[in-house]
């Protein structure tokens, strides 16, 4: 890959992340929950009671598909959802007893799965990982005062 292959550089990164992405879903099945599943339940077991416009933000994700994720995780008696008793009009959402037990669970997994992945690498890597990703990040912010 040349220094300056945009394309080459994108396709490298869209590999690295769907590898990531596969071996988190590998890891998390183990807990028998989907990545997004996954990412929820640590977030509510983190931050608990939290609204679900807030987890949506939180985990940087779609409201709709956040929504359908929450609904699977309230079927299967993991999530709770009860009115905010700082906004009525406003739903929260905690960990019953067995999503605490999901979220011991997958705090583990995840622990797993970042040390599998940093394990490859050294302090300059990381180091390095942290100044580029940061770079990335600010060059595609979608914010008012984005690029």
Do not use: C, N, W
């Amino acid at each position: 890959m040349s220094r300056r292959d945009p394309d080459a550089f994108i396709s490298r990164f869209s590999a690295l992340k769907r590898r990531v992405a596969a071996l988190a879903a590998q890891v998390y099945a183990e807990a028998d929950v989907g990545t997004l599943q996954a990412k929820l339940v640590l977030h509510i077991g983190r931050r608990s009671p939290i609204s679900q416009a807030e987890l949506a933000r939180a985990t940087d994700s779609d409201a709709p598909l956040t929504g359908r994720a929450i609904q699977t995780l309230l079927a299967r008696g993991l999530v709770r959802r009860e009115r905010s008793d700082e906004d009525r009009r406003e739903y929260v959402l905690s960990l019953t007893p067995a999503g605490k037990r999901v979220f011991e669970r997958v705090s583990k997994l995840r622990d797993r799965l970042a040390a599998r992945v940093v394990d490859a690498l050294d302090d300059r890597d990381l180091i390095d990982f942290e100044r580029i990703a940061a770079k990335i990040l600010a060059a595609t912010d979608e914010s008012p005062g984005g690029r």
